[in-house]
């Protein structure tokens, strides 16, 4: 732990998933959404 390097790309790749994790979220939300909607307007 000497150095600040590995540690930054540790943070790095942190939040990187936790966007990831985020757009996944927004996007099933969307989906389910719209899977919702379309299921309303049919029956």
């Known amino acids: 732990m000497t150095t600040l390097k590995p540690n930054g790309q540790k943070a790095k790749n942190a939040i990187i998933f936790i966007w990831i994790i985020l757009v ?20």
């Open 24 to 43: 996944l979220d927004v996007l099933s939300l969307i989906s389910g959404y719209f899977a919702h909607h379309l299921k309303i307007k049919h029956s």
